[in-house]
């Protein structure tokens, strides 16, 4: 507990109270400018009362968001002073690679006793960005029960299951009664996260049913829990991907997904908030794949970070436009002859790549929401052929007359109609590329998004090009030009 | 209530049973074949008992993608013949536009008991696609109470809080005892929505406070609400953006979210499944503009809806190529003399599209996210510059290399060395384009997401093609060649 230190102009606790309204009022107002103002201000009279009250005046996320503009050395030494509930509440509320940092310059014996009051899950996290050498320090120097369960989290991956999970769960057993199910709700801490399901194990620990808490309040107290319980009860087991438990509380609106080991022993709970969390994560990671960015790139990372993770992509991509500058090579004659075929050929290429990514678009997202139905691929990749078809006519007589007028009178026809037949053939394909290859990455147990429109466009320009070029020779031959 | 038809065989209510058991047997192997041939037979059959008994032994979404194998009459008499829940349920889990689709060719008569028993924002939006003539007959035949708050509902626009928001939420006053709110919810219908907060009211409706499940169940059944109850609630106001809801039940971590109109009176919940709609929605809307679709389209659409959506924006972009194909007409004589330029074309646009797109979509997904920091746009963008400016000089080395074996040996240098100085500056300035387009239009109250790949590229290739020419034509008029 933080005393808060006298100073000579006014008593210690008036102060702190007017700290905590100061910033309320100014959290009203929507004032975040000052809330930062007041809350350091009293950090830098190392007044850790008033900087304790104006953080608490503020609902979690908005507190964290003050937190954040201190620097690392404030950071520690606020969750030094601070009571162990707030400090885990403050790290548990910080983005993953942060909470790591500064938790990495804070003693065992500091860090520990903070780890036992966070959420399992969120502790877990924490653990996992510290230096292997201190992690084993401060899980030893953690409450025994805490620090089994988090060991046991942390062998899990990141984005299984079991690695989004919290041991934090109320089990009861089916021969209990519902006054004993709510006097040991009673019992545990009411703050003692969000609960909206109890559920209900046998003698050995496996999951039998589920109860809520709605089902609980208006039973009669005497009632059997195994006589109300809902038996039949979706679970997913521990290594399975954090997407497939996403997709299972969405398409049967869960509050909570049990999870259950190989034996079905009841191991920890998806929660709400985790659903969200996943369903962000997945929709960032498709976005970013299907751009060529690695997904664990965060917005405001250093430069190097950037450039590293981004450089090898766009390498491989230049190796890969390799193939059109070889073909284009291959046809040197015919642009030194024509030279208006390589003033067309962004026409070609910037409608290609666009046609394909817009087909891949619709089939990782249609995957991502687990909507993907194998009997409609067919009938999918059909429309999208037929749509770049139609779209390819149309788009193509417009280049077409582009075409006439850069080609000049004496090219006119034959330029003209390679554009309108390129156009069209190459919108065609580009709708089967782009539909097709995340399919097929789909179905041969990749990731669909790292198909992206990096890769389908390298392949519609490559496509697009040659096509115009040869269209134009076989025109020009048969022509007798 | 549907009497099951008996037949020679065997007794109705044992076969349909047995139907049910079949049909529960085959769900659980995960042959959903079987399941939907089980039905379909039972429905030849026009055996409405059995039909009914394996739809129920289905969960909800799964009930409900039986349901959508068969043809529409065939749905419109399952709906005519089940009982109204049930035929609410199977309604409410259909996709928009389906539902309305199917109940457009019911009658007031047989839909408006259905929609009665629907949740009133479902049925909402059931009301809302039906044609104009219909949606007035059905309303009048509806239950008064339903008619009132579906009509409320359907004045607000789909994508605001008023247009997601549900009315059935529970409200309880502050002068209640916990023994009361207990009574209450016990003669409300136990089906009725998934219940984690009540709302407390006023005596003008006024919304005053919540109180969790939780907290009512470990009460003291004496103690007054007013005492027990949360005052400090979030809430968004009717017509503000689904977005900022769902942001807000996201940030908060918040179960439901209540709605209230100008006068501050509860009108409505957000609740869980909501938000998670909304979420999607909010991000397969920002994948399909970032490549030019129409939020509204459907995998599935027919190829005429897909190509009037599609076509203008092909189009558009078309034109905005004219602008590249006008400055190369420019550069003609120049390509006409070096061909080896033309060649080259495709690595200087494939890489600054490339890099446009993905500073663009780390910027539209952090905007998205809300976790959108005016302090941190000028860092953000002078670091995706700078990452432009690194990965350009690196990919304009080797680019330059290439460019070297392609020029040939009397052009080697000046190509290289405008390959090198064209790749850097426009993968810079791909950086910036990308980075700034999409914020600029945030902050000018625009969707960032409609800059969209299409956009940038067609900038960055413009760009990177004149830098590329007049660089050339700068150091070989400067090496006096």
């Known amino acids: 507990v933080n005393e808060p230190r006298t100073t000579a102009r006014e ?33 830098a009279l190392d007044d850790l009362g008033a900087v304790t009250a104006g953080l608490a005046a503020l609902r979690p996320p908005d507190r964290v968001d003050v937190f954040e503009t201190f620097d690392i050395e404030e950071q520690r030494h606020l969750l030094r002073e601070l009571a162990d509930p707030v400090a885990a509440d403050l790290l548990e509320e ?42 084993g320090a401060v899980l030893q120097a953690m409450d025994d029960t805490a620090e089994a369960e988090v ?3 942390m062998a899990y991956p990141d984005d299984s299951a079991g690695g989004r999970m919290t041991r934090d769960f109320i089990a009861i057993r089916a021969s209990d009664t519902v006054e004993d199910a709510i006097e040991h709700l009673r019992a545990l801490d009411p703050d003692d996260g969000l609960v909206y399901y109890l559920y209900v194990q046998d003698a050995h620990d496996h999951l039998v049913g589920i109860i809520s808490l709605r089902q ?47 034996e079905d022993h009841l191991v920890g709970v998806i929660t709400h908030d985790d659903l969200v969390d996943v369903l962000s994560e997945e929709a960032t990671e498709d976005m970013y794949r299907l751009v060529g960015l690695d997904e ?21 991509n230049l190796v890969m436009q390799l193939a059109l500058v070889a073909a284009l090579t291959g046809f040197r004659s015919t642009i030194d002859r024509v ?13 290609g790549g666009n046609v394909g990514a817009q087909a891949m678009t619709i089939v990782v997202r249609l995957l991502a929401l687990g909507e993907f139905d194998r009997a409609e691929v067919r009938q999918l ?39 309108v037949a390129a156009m069209t053939l190459n919108l065609t394909i580009g709708g089967l590329i782009g539909g097709g290859v995340p399919l097929l990455l789909h179905r041969i147990g990749f990731d669909p998004a790292v198909a992206s429109s990096v890769f389908v466009t390298t392949l519609t320009d490559t496509l697009g090009v040659l096509l115009f070029l040869s269209i134009y020779l076989g025109l020009a031959s048969w022509m007798g030009m």
């Open 151 to 153: 060991r046991q989290l």
């Open 381 to 419: 990749l059909g429309k999208e052929m037929l749509v770049g078809l139609i779209n390819g006519l149309a788009v193509g007589l417009l280049a077409g007359l582009i075409a006439i007028v850069v080609a000049g009178p004496q090219q006119a026809q034959v330029i003209g109609l390679a554009m």
């Open 339 to 351: 030279v208006a075929l390589a003033v067309l050929f962004p026409l070609i290429t910037a409608q």
């Open 11 to 43: 008593p210690a606790l008036d102060r702190t109270a007017a700290v905590a309204d100061a910033v309320r009022d100014a959290h009203e107002l929507g004032d975040f400018e000052r809330v930062v103002e007041l809350i350091g201000a009293a950090l």
């Open 296 to 316: 664990q790139e965060r917005p405001l990372d250093p430069v190097s970070t950037a450039v590293r993770k981004r450089l090898p992509w766009l390498a491989l």
């Open 216 to 262: 609980l309040i208006v039973a009669a107290p005497g009632s059997r829990i195994g006589d109300l319980m809902t038996s039949d009860v979706l679970s997913v087991k521990v290594d399975d991907d954090q997407e497939l438990a996403g997709q299972t509380m969405q398409r049967y609106d869960l509050r909570a997904l049990p999870v259950i080991d190989l």
């Open 94 to 135: 910080l983005e993953d690679p942060f909470a790591g940092m500064i938790a990495a310059g804070l003693s065992p014996e500091v860090l520990a006793p903070i780890l036992d009051e966070m959420e399992t899950d969120e502790a877990a996290d924490v653990l996992l960005d510290l230096p292997q050498g201190q992690q």
